[in-house]
């Protein structure tokens, strides 16, 4: 993290998929036309009620959709 404020973005990130992810079933579904990330990671979508849990995070103002580069939450 480059800031305290950055730090608490992550935590609370962090408490929030974790009840997303306990409030029932979920599935994961391959990412697009990549299935792994460059050191071999497997890229998946959480999925519930066909909705990403992702996009709820993003909804939610605790992530951003992927640019494709590292963006500062710091201002």
Do not use: H
Not at 33 to 56: A, F, H, M, N
């Amino acid at each position: 993290a480059q800031c305290a404020g950055e730090v608490e973005l992550g935590e609370r990130a962090k408490r929030r998929l974790r009840e997303l992810l306990n409030e029932g079933p979920f599935e994961l579904r391959s990412y697009q036309s990549r299935d792994t990330d460059r050191y071999g990671r497997k890229l998946r979508l959480v999925v519930r009620d066909g909705r990403s849990l992702g996009d709820r995070l993003i909804a939610e103002g605790l992530a951003r959709r992927w640019s494709g580069r590292r963006m500062p939450w710091c201002a």
